[in-house]
């Protein structure tokens, strides 16, 4: 099995989207002072690689803790977005995914990873059009991974892309990196978060899994 890990490290200072509390990882305690090592962290849920769920939108949906780790991991399908010529991602960049027989997680590489740690990163990305998310809600998937920050515009405030995966109950994981060292199919996707009571949301590690 050789497994591919598609997460950013979190640590101090990390880039977070516009307008989120910075993170803050702290050493309280160390080994040689104190004979273990024991570190604080102060983080939203919505950092680095992590997992958005339906509780991040609607009130009545059910949280992280009422969903199985069967809703985070599955068969996985990277499709290729680099060469894209418009601002969005619509259907006709994605309708390679109709031909795939075994999915659950459809990964979409644009390579925005490059620009994580710069200023570009939360300016201008790909977002997904309401045709793409449409589409991507009628192929039975649990989710769907974007190597940006969000499938909405980072100025949206109808965030109508969250709105149309997430009302379908699909998971959608942001801030993935390294999709390009994964095969175009045939792997497997995981993406667990951590079981929060009533959680919207996770950082996550992610990873591709082939055999």
Known sequence: MHVVDLTHAMHTGMPVFPGDDPVNIRR????????????????????????????????????LDWLGPD????????????????PYIDQQHLASLAQVEELDFALIRTDWDRHWKTDRYF??????SETACRFLGGLGLKGIGLDTPSPDPVASKELRAHQSLLNLGLVIVENLCNLKELPTESFIFSCLPLRIRDGEGCPVRAVGMTF
């Open 28 to 63: 309280t305690h160390f080994v040689n002072k104190d004979g273990f090592a024991h570190t604080h962290v102060t983080s939203g849920t919505h950092v680095g690689t992590h997992v958005d769920v339906a509780a991040h939108l609607f009130a009545d949906a059910p949280g």
């Open 123 to 128: 300016d201008d990305f790909p977002f997904l």
């Open 71 to 86: 809703n985070f991991t599955g068969w996985g399908a990277v499709v290729d977005c680099t060469g894209i010529d418009t």
